[in-house]
Nanobody, 127 residues
Framework: QVQLVESGGGLVQAGGSLSLSCAAS????????MGWVRQAPGQDGAFVTG????????TYADSVKGRFTISRDNAKNTVYLQMNTLKPEDTAVYYC????????????????????WGQGTQVTVSS
């Protein structure tokens, strides 16, 4: 198992920026992929972005392409989410998630791919 702790959420005006961090501990050497999933009030969780740990391959939901950037620091076992040009519809609780090697991989868009989840951090974008 991997333990994940998110930080960096908050309140920002539309057009502003926020940076989220997700620090991993535990079996981090077995991480295959990490991703960010967000859940707005009254809605199901939605995939935002993900990264393959070894290759640094990244993928994004269409709604955040060109505005959000995911990156990772292998030495710190941390994944980052830089969010620019934020919109009110980006308001949600953002969760960090990890897939470990040897577990089933269904692709980034399936929450079932991720066996480890953080506690979430609130991002609120005011209009």
């Amino acid at each position: 198992q991997v333990q994940l702790v998110e930080s960096g959420g908050g309140l920002v005006q539309a057009g502003g920026s926020l940076s989220l961090s997700c620090a991993a501990s535990g079996r981090t050497c077995s991480t295959y992929a990490m991703g960010w999933v967000r859940q707005a009030p009254g809605q199901d969780g939605a995939f935002v972005t993900g990264i393959i740990w070894t290759t640094r391959y990244t993928t994004y939901a269409d709604s955040v392409k060109g505005r959000f950037t995911i990156s990772r620091d292998n030495a710190k076992n941390t994944v980052y989410l830089q969010m620019n040009t934020l919109k009110p519809e980006d308001t949600a609780v953002y969760y960090c998630a990890a897939n470990l090697e040897g577990t089933t991989w269904y692709g980034f868009s399936s929450k079932a791919s991720f066996g480890s989840w953080g506690q979430g951090t609130q991002v609120t974008v005011s209009s």
